[in-house]
């Protein structure tokens, strides 16, 4: 069972910038796609950005494209989402997921595993 720890959400201005970490129980995510998804308030979740660990492939939902970035630490375990020129429309609870597989998917159901979410919220 692989448990998902998320940090570093807050409050911010329109504008501002946020850096999200995501750490897991697991020894090594060698093998795993990390996904960020978001929900905001009676929105269904969608998807924010992955990356393969093993080989770096990142992909990003285009309401994000050139302001987010999704990156990795292996020494540390740790996937990472910054958050650049954020909007109001970025505020909702931020979730990061795994799934062991080579491929990345945009869907919830292609996930296995949940952290417990993390606030975002952006102030106009």
């Known amino acids: 069972q692989v448990q998902l720890v998320e940090s570093g959400g807050g409050l911010v201005q329109a504008g501002g910038s946020l850096r999200l970490s995501c750490a897991g129980s697991?020894?090594?995510?060698?093998?795993?796609?990390m996904g960020w998804f978001r929900q905001a308030p009676g929105k269904e979740r969608e998807f924010v950005a992955a990356i393969t660990w093993n080989n770096g492939r990142m992909d990003y939902a285009d309401s994000v494209k050139g302001r987010f970035t999704i990156s990795r630490d292996n020494a540390k375990n740790t996937v990472y989402l910054q958050m650049n020129s954020l909007k109001p429309e970025d505020t909702a609870v931020y979730y990061c997921?795994?799934?062991?597989?080579?491929?990345?998917?945009?869907?919830?159901?292609?996930?296995?595993?949940w952290g417990k979410g993390t606030q975002v919220t952006v102030s106009s």
């Open positions: 997921a795994a799934d062991y597989s080579s491929y990345i998917v945009n869907v919830p159901i292609g996930y296995d595993y």
């Open positions: 697991v020894r090594t995510f060698s093998g795993y796609v």
